[in-house]
Each structure stands twice: as structure tokens, then as C-alpha cells.
């Protein structure tokens, strides 16, 4: 009788211990957690079927522009990424349904500043016959206007020229401001 209470008495203590762990089942559907992993991603195109990427405004409505590289490299995390394209050729597109169409030796696209960057003397033309010459030419995603630096130069489809060393515009160029 001895044993048996004792052996009663073991079970509820073992029942009741809050230091027993009790395993769990795995999480059919675990959950992702940031890693802060920095990935690199490179690429090359060819002549008939070059790097493509196309960014659109941030509700996904419309095409804000369309840039065709020879190659690629992209460095860092989803969503804070910096890729650098070679030989580009970008369609900008305004809401205004306005193009403005952009040649350089490289760009940057910078998820962070959520900018374009041209670079190493852009040569541009809009959709009204006006052209734009310069050394650096920045696209902003947000304000969708242009800022562009050195060896500025404008000229429109009826000749007028304008030169400066600082420039900001409207996709159009109907907006300039120049220094």
C-alpha cells in the first residue's frame, strides 16, 4: 500500500513540474525573418535581347521608364539594392504621356534614394524634338523630374539653344529651370 501511494504521489509531482518541457510541433508555415542578407546579381544581355528593367510609379498604375543595359550588376538587400547598368538606353515616360528618350555609358538605380543616375555624358531627346546634353543626368522616381549636371545644354526643335552647368525639368522639358 506503501508503494503504490508512493508511487501515486511520484506521478502527481511529475504531472505538475513546470520545469518539463514538452516538445512542440514545427510551424507548418514558418514565419520569414530578416536576415540582412546582401546579395549580388550580375547579368549580360546580347544585342537582340539586351538587359531589360522597367520601374513604374509606386502604386504600379503606369511605366515611369524603361532601361535597356548590355549588362548588369546589382549589390545588396531587397528593397535597399544599387544595380549598375552598362551601354543604357532609357525611355522616361511623364504622366502627361510625354517620352523623353536617354543614352550613357551607365546608370545607377538606387532603391534607397529611389533615383536613376546617368552617367559619363548622356545625349536625350524628347517626343516635341528638343534635345539635352550632359555630363550627369538624375532622375527622381517620386517627383519624376530631372536634375542634371555639367556641360548642360538644350536645344528645342526650333532652334533655340540654352547652355549652363546645372539644369532640373519636367520629363517634357516644358518645365526647365537652368544655372
Do not use: W
Amino acid at each position: 500500500m506503501r508503494r503504490v501511494g508512493a508511487a501515486c504521489a511520484l506521478a502527481l509531482l511529475c504531472g505538475c513540474n513546470p520545469s518539463v518541457q514538452q516538445s512542440a510541433s514545427p510551424s507548418p508555415s514558418p514565419t520569414p525573418t530578416s536576415s540582412g542578407l546582401s546579395l549580388k546579381i550580375s547579368g549580360r544581355g546580347t544585342a537582340q535581347r539586351p538587359v531589360r528593367f522597367v520601374a513604374t510609379n509606386q502604386d504600379r498604375t503606369r511605366v515611369q521608364y524603361d532601361l535597356l543595359a548590355s549588362s548588369f550588376e546589382s549589390v545588396g538587400a531587397q528593397g535597399s539594392a544599387r544595380a549598375q547598368f552598362s551601354h543604357v538606353h532609357v525611355t522616361f515616360h511623364g504622366k502627361d504621356g510625354s517620352t523623353l528618350v536617354a543614352e550613357a555609358p551607365r546608370a545607377i538605380v538606387d532603391q534607397v534614394t529611389n533615383t536613376i543616375r546617368m552617367e559619363g555624358g548622356v545625349r536625350a531627346k524628347n517626343d516635341r524634338g528638343t534635345s539635352l546634353s550632359c555630363d550627369v543626368l538624375t532622375f527622381d522616381h517620386v517627383t519624376e523630374m530631372f536634375y542634371g549636371t555639367g556641360h548642360v545644354a538644350i536645344v528645342s526643335a526650333n532652334g533655340f539653344r540654352a547652355t549652363g552647368n546645372t539644369f532640373e525639368s519636367n520629363i517634357s522639358l516644358t518645365r526647365t529651370r537652368m544655372q
